[in-house]
């Protein structure tokens, strides 16, 4: 969903102005609010359990992989690679979906409770969209493509967007050898993963701004 290095996404400004974070922070709780599903917090362990709690180890191989081709590309000094559409103005390329959880811990704690809610619905989607009717590795590739460039939107830069093509791929293999189910467990997981990882680093530097001590590097996907 988001795909940005969770210490990047932490340490990097956004809005400098009050009135912009407020404005910010509500849009997007509005926004996510109306991704919850009907199950509520059950839509979270639902997939999982029914996927054998496989996912999370799923996931953990997801993550790994896409860190490893993050940080290869990070090497790379091409300008355009690091771009986003953030740049237009000027702006460090940033996670506009976790930024609100890094105005302190005031926003983090409910910003995270409206984001995780609204995840499986989000997960969910994607996977009905970039995964489901794949055939064959070759419609697995450009669907994965699609599904990294789509996080563009976010703010992502085009080397993140390629990293989260990666762990596209992984799931695209995920749903042809074990089916849509799996794929969506995994994909919840995965995210799960990354934004305990978000949270815990707000909570561990206390404040917005500065070092994130205890993240770890890591894109949602």
């Known amino acids: 969903m988001f795909g940005m290095p969770v210490r990047e996404a932490l340490d990097q400004p956004f809005s400098s102005t009050r009135p912009a974070k407020v404005c910010g922070y509500l849009f997007m709780c509005v926004l996510l609010s109306c991704s919850f599903p009907k199950g ?3 839509s979270w362990a639902a ?4 996927a054998g709690w496989s996912a999370v180890p799923c996931a953990l191989v997801g993550l790994l992989l ?34 609100p959880m890094t105005y302190g811990k005031w926003s983090a704690v409910p910003y995270m409770l409206i984001l995780a809610a609204a995840l499986p619905s989000i997960c969910a989607w994607e996977e009905g969209v970039f995964r489901a009717g794949t055939s064959g590795w070759l419609n697995a590739a450009w669907r994965s493509a699609a599904f990294g460039l789509v996080h563009w939107t ?3 830069p085009l080397s993140a967007c390629a990293a989260i093509g990666t762990v596209g791929l992984w799931f695209s293999y995920l749903y042809m050898s074990a089916g849509l189910v799996q794929c969506v467990a995994t994909h919840i997981a995965y ?12 909570l561990a530097k206390g404040k917005a701004g ?12």
């Open 66 to 99: 896409v860190a490893l081709v993050w940080g290869l590309l990070k090497q790379v000094k091409w300008a355009w690679l690091h771009w986003s559409w953030l740049s237009l103005w000027g702006a460090e390329t940033c996670n506009i979906n976790v930024k």
């Open 47 to 50: 997939p999982i359990v029914a």
């Open 191 to 202: 995210n799960g993963i990354v934004l305990c990882c978000v949270f815990a680093g707000v």
């Open 154 to 156: 976010a703010g992502c």
């Open 40 to 42: 509520g917090w059950r």
């Open 210 to 221: 500065g070092t994130a001590a205890g993240a770890t590097d890591g894109l949602e996907a």
